[in-house]
């Protein structure tokens, strides 16, 4: 660990252009002013010769700071095809850690080890960072605008990438970033950082606070943030934002890594709903107690009782459902939403839904239902899981589930 008060200054991305030569492409901040003074006096660092290529290189300027980097050289070879011409292109890169003079390095080196090998395979696998360099050799003047508008797109997300990582190393000692789908970088100051949790196709991402959006968030969180209400699971947020679903599963991974939001399993008028032995937590904590009571008032005339905000959460004590809870106890005319008292109840541990997982037994076959439900009762996917998958009710699916014999439906509680 960094000892107090010692921090990454700024951030450097340094590449090598066909036509320009060695350029600062990135800074992080921003406003750190003395990143040209930097690059000019310890440019022959940042992109050195090829034997220095995968070595850590710390330098010293001024007495102020000093810099840590690993030069970088992929390999690509480029065919005489869409326009291109018969040639070998390298893809020659730094990412540069700015500290001040007297920081202990030590920390920051397993962490800049492991972004340059990300940057390696990313470019390896995708042309991540290369996209300038592949399209120059095109002679097209339809294929220049293309180039154009993808180096675009590549430094937007490259920046948000940087910015991430400056920001979220220096404040929590780790980070998690969504790349693409099926990538991200996870970096911690330990040796493994905890695993982001797992995101069911029926999870709903809730916000743990007050929440304003940050020019730090990756552009993919920009999207989501104005669709995240408490009440769509991930599967919803992809097909409104028009984000693929693993991204999307990813961006809210990263939410939870950094405790700013929580999952919920939607809420359902016809779901049983259990109390947990966590009720006694609050009704010995008077501040969860008015918690509780401000987080489920429908107006902010008056905060609702506290003695029937807890007679509502006794009713799940023997297990019931929410309708039934909402049409004998009429929690409406006490100024209390009866969703938030239970998604409350849930995101606090005090509540946990029981979910049904339907598994077909082997040998046999559905009966009346469609083909594509089969691969789907396999004892992993709940009912809530199978409607966000067919886009049905749960009525529907409860219906037509509990009707098959050669069902066996497992029931579990969860969140």
Excluded at 44 to 71: E, H, R, S, W
Excluded at 387 to 392: I, S, V
């Amino acid at each position: 660990m960094p000892r107090k008060g010692e921090k990454i200054e700024a951030i450097l991305f340094i590449e090598f252009d066909n036509v320009q030569g060695i350029i600062l492409s990135h800074v992080i901040p921003k406003d750190f002013h003395h990143s040209q003074q930097l690059f000019k006096n310890l440019e022959c660092y940042f992109v050195a010769k090829p034997q220095l290529n995968t070595k850590l290189i710390v330098t010293k300027l001024c007495d102020m700071y000093q810099t840590l980097g690993i030069p970088m050289s992929v390999q690509h070879h480029v065919g005489e095809q869409n326009n291109l011409v018969q040639g070998r292109c390298k893809s020659i890169f730094n990412v540069v850690f700015v500290t001040g003079i007297k920081t202990d390095t030590k920390p920051y080196e397993k962490i800049l080890f492991k972004l340059a090998n990300y940057f390696k395979i990313f470019e390896q696998d995708s042309n991540f960072l290369s996209l300038e360099n592949f399209l120059l050799f095109d002679r097209s003047e339809e294929r220049k605008e293309i180039k154009q508008e993808k180096l675009q797109i590549r430094n937007e997300k490259l920046e948000s990438i940087l910015r991430q990582i400056y920001e979220n190393i220096n404040n929590e000692g780790c980070c998690l970033v969504a790349v693409d789908d099926v990538n991200d970088i996870r970096l911690s100051y330990s040796e493994r950082g905890p695993d982001p949790q797992k995101i069911r196709d029926s999870d709903v991402p809730i916000f743990t606070g007050s929440i304003e959006e940050q020019e730090s968030w990756d552009l993919t969180l920009k999207q989501l943030f104005p669709l995240i209400n408490g009440k769509s699971p991930v599967t919803v947020l992809s097909e409104r934002s028009r984000i693929s679903l693993p991204l999307v599963k990813k961006c809210v991974q990263s939410l939870l890594y950094y405790k700013l939001a929580n999952v919920i399993s939607p809420i359902q008028y016809s779901s049983l709903y259990f109390v947990t032995k966590k009720i006694a937590n609050i009704v010995k904590d008077r501040s969860l107690q008015d918690e509780c009571r401000q987080y489920v008032q429908i107006s902010d005339e008056k905060l609702p009782e506290w003695s029937v905000v807890f007679r509502l959460l006794v009713t799940f004590q023997a297990g019931g459902t929410l309708k039934q809870m909402f049409v004998h106890e009429k929690p409406f005319l006490h100024n209390i939403n009866e969703r938030r008292l239970v998604e409350f109840g849930l995101l606090k541990g005090i509540i946990k839904k029981l979910h049904k997982y339907p598994i077909l037994r082997e040998g046999d076959c559905v009966v009346n239902l469609p083909s594509e439900w089969g691969a789907l009762l396999d004892g992993q996917h709940s009912y809530d899981d199978i409607c966000c998958e067919l886009k049905l009710p749960l009525k529907e699916v409860q219906t037509k589930l509990e009707l098959d014999n050669n069902l066996t439906i497992i029931t579990k509680l969860g969140i």
